[in-house]
Nanobody, 124 residues
Framework: QVPLVESGGGSVEAGGSLRLSCVGS??????????MAWFRQAPGKEREGVGM???????TYADSVKGRFTISRDYVKRTLYLQMNNLQPEDTAKYYC????????????????WGQGTQVTVSS
């Protein structure tokens, strides 16, 4: 069983938009005390943090996506969203959802649960 499942990836032209979804397993029992985050990894590059939704609650974003990406959360549906606007070729990557009980910094090693990822491709 996969603890987190991402969906919504696809191919778009520069300037386009996509919304990614991440659904948590019932067995994971994700509540408001969990920090949830989005990461991405392009070919030949290290996995990097995109942004996160903390238990405060508060959202934070990497400088590269501020003003273009928005993270939101639906606790009833156990779903985390990533709305991506004005996409650029540099955003092309496989996007991953992650979760951690309590607060965590936006670093790959900080998160315990991961999805399999969903591909986002942006053409110029």
């Amino acid at each position: 069983q996969v603890p987190l499942v991402e969906s919504g990836g696809g191919s778009v032209e520069a300037g386009g938009s996509l919304r990614l979804s991440c659904v948590g397993s019932r067995n994971l029992n994700i509540d408001s005390n969990y920090t949830m985050a989005w990461f991405r990894q392009a070919p030949g590059k290290e996995r990097e943090g995109v942004g996160m939704f903390t238990s405060e609650p508060k959202t934070t974003y990497a400088d590269s996506v501020k003003g273009r990406f928005t993270i939101s959360r639906d606790y009833v549906k156990r779903t985390l969203y990533l709305q991506m606007n004005n996409l650029q070729p540099e955003d092309t990557a496989k996007y991953y959802c992650a979760a951690k009980k309590g607060w965590a910094p936006l670093l790959q090693a900080s998160f315990d649960y991961w999805g399999q990822g969903t591909q986002v491709t942006v053409s110029s």
